[in-house]
């Protein structure tokens, strides 16, 4: 296939079924951070969406609004219809340090969502052996996480969200804390794992090269307070080898541009 990588620049975000509406959102912290500015944002069912942008511009606020653990100071959220007011069995939360209970062995973290929920023993780690079978930990089942790589904490943290069932995941930026090599093949993992189960991912990243080989779409939000300055969505066929698609024209002409829209916001 020839062409492989296109980047679109949409006037506006379209609405064909979308699972999250964001509408006119704006979120202070006190009197003197204004920290996102009338956001209005839609996110389709089965998409991997990326929020990037300067540091500081809200990424991880509109995160956590959407993921109803930060209420907004005006305009809403929607999620299958449905106001967010509070955390929901819709959405699952990957946090930036994945969050696991130290005492708590592999199965029992990835089972804890379902624990959470009052899901009985037997079923709840039934469930979690299968995504961490998914998530490529099958046989460290009774393992601690002091016992794991960076890496390896991070796919529990993944298997945990997977288990619950929700209809959209939210990462906070799931590759940082994890070396260059576990970063891509998590990466492999996210596409794959995106392919057989049809969730809605969205994730913050401060990586460009990270978004445009991910993302169904990209939201560039502007620097503080957010809005969104621009979204991109980059046409890639992933069914190629990946050092293929990381050496695209296409590909790194999406990087180029973006990397001109930001560079004026680097530090
Ligand atoms: N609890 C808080 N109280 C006051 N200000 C806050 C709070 N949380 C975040 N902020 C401020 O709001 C702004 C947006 O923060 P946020 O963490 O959402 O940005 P970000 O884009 O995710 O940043 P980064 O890329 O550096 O992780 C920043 O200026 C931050 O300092």
């Not at 189960?197 to 502007?222: C, G, M, P, Q, W």
């Not at 190629?240 to 680097?266: C, F, H, K, M, N």
Request: hydrophobic fraction near 40%; aromatic fraction near 6%.
């Amino acid at each position: 296939m020839t062409a492989t990588v296109r980047a679109i620049r949409q006037a506006m975000p379209d609405t064909a079924n979308p699972v999250v509406e964001v509408r006119n959102l704006s979120k202070r912290y006190g009197s003197s951070v204004e920290a996102l500015r009338d956001v209005n944002l839609s996110f389709p069912t089965g998409q991997l969406i990326s929020l990037l942008g300067p540091s500081g511009c809200g990424k991880t606020t509109l995160l956590k609004i959407i993921a109803g653990l930060l209420p907004a100071t005006s305009g809403e959220v929607l999620v299958k219809g449905q106001k967010v007011t509070a955390p929901g069995p819709e959405r699952a939360f990957v946090f930036q340090d994945f969050a696991l209970l130290p005492w708590g062995s592999v199965l029992r973290n990835a089972a804890f969502g379902l624990e959470l929920r009052g899901v009985p023993k037997a079923e709840r780690e039934a469930k979690a052996k299968h995504y961490i079978e998914q998530v490529g930990l099958a046989g460290f089942e009774n393992r601690y996480p002091h016992e794991l790589s960076g890496g390896m904490r991070q796919r529990v943290g993944l298997a945990r969200a997977l288990a619950v069932d929700a209809d959209v995941l939210l990462l906070d930026e799931p590759f940082s804390a994890v070396d260059e090599q576990n970063r891509r093949k998590f990466q492999e993992d996210l596409l794959r794992l995106r392919q057989i189960e049809n969730k809605t991912l969205i994730f913050v990243t401060h990586s460009i090269e990270e978004a445009v080989y991910l993302s169904d779409r990209i939201v560039l939000l502007s620097p503080r307070p957010g809005r969104v300055s621009d979204i991109i969505e980059p046409k890639i066929s992933r069914d190629r080898d990946p050092d293929q698609i990381r050496r695209d024209s296409g590909y790194l002409d999406t990087v180029e541009t973006i990397w001109r829209g930001l560079r004026d916001y680097a530090d």
